[in-house]
Nanobody, 117 residues
């Protein structure tokens, strides 16, 4: 059974940075597409960033140029570096892993990010 655990959330002032991590147990990410989502309070979950098994990346327009998704060296960690944070980035952030052959999807429990002065 694959489990994902997010960490690194917290309270940060506008303009600050945070680094979120998504750690996998029971598997590695080397053959998975890993996506970060976020859900602001009272709003729908939205896609933030994705990294493919080939390490191609893509970002939502709202975070492009500020956030960076990357894999750790042992392929059991995917990070989301978030810079120039603003209050609109406040949300619970989730990581999700999509595996192929067989197709399986796993979600973490989420980590709260609050951007406030």
């Amino acid at each position: 059974q694959v489990q994902l655990v997010e960490s690194g959330g917290g309270l940060v002032q506008p303009g600050g940075s945070l680094r979120l991590s998504c750690a996998a147990s029971g598997s590695t990410f080397d053959r998975a597409q890993v996506t970060w989502y976020r859900q602001p309070s009272g709003k729908q979950r939205e896609w933030v960033a994705v990294i493919t098994p080939g390490s191609n990346t893509n970002y939502a327009q709202s975070v492009k140029g500020r956030f960076t998704i990357s894999r750790g060296p042992n392929n059991n960690l995917v990070s989301l570096q978030m810079n120039a944070l603003n209050p609109e980035d406040t949300a619970v952030y989730y990581c999700a892993a999509h595996f192929y052959n067989p197709v399986r999807d796993y979600w973490g429990q989420g980590t709260q990010v609050t951007v406030s002065s």
